[in-house]
């Protein structure tokens, strides 16, 4: 059985989550799905999961993307290491 990665938050993740979960208390239960999904298969190679290698953008500005419902969370992969560093809402609503 492989180990799982360790998952981190970054200040600015946790001031996002903590602005959010007051007006979405639905994220929480989605926090959760995200760290299990991102211990276990951060690299997604068995294409279970929708996440997404970002191109253009360096390390250290969150690399990946992973997408749950309207969710996008984004992070980094250092060694064996997870770091999350930003999640938001999509609202398509915005641009009608």
């Known amino acids: 059985m492989k180990q799982p990665f360790?998952?981190?938050n970054t200040p600015h993740y946790e001031r996002l989550v903590r602005k959010?979960?007051?007006t979405h208390?639905?994220?929480d239960p989605i926090q959760e799905r995200v760290r299990e999904i991102l211990s276990a298969d951060p690299y997604n190679r068995s294409r279970a999961h929708p996440?997404?290698?970002l191109k253009g953008v360096?390390?250290?500005e969150g690399q990946y993307r992973l997408?749950?419902?309207r969710w996008r969370f984004r992070y980094d992969?250092?060694?064996r290491e997870v770091w999350l560093f930003y999640c938001g809402l999509?609202?398509?609503e915005t641009y009608r």
């Open 90 to 92: 999509r609202r398509e």
């Open 20 to 22: 959010l979960l007051n």
């Open 51 to 53: 996440i997404k290698k």
């Open 25 to 27: 208390p639905e994220l």
């Open 58 to 60: 360096p390390q250290g």
């Open 77 to 79: 992969i250092y060694g």
């Open 6 to 8: 360790p998952v981190h």
């Open 67 to 69: 997408r749950l419902g």
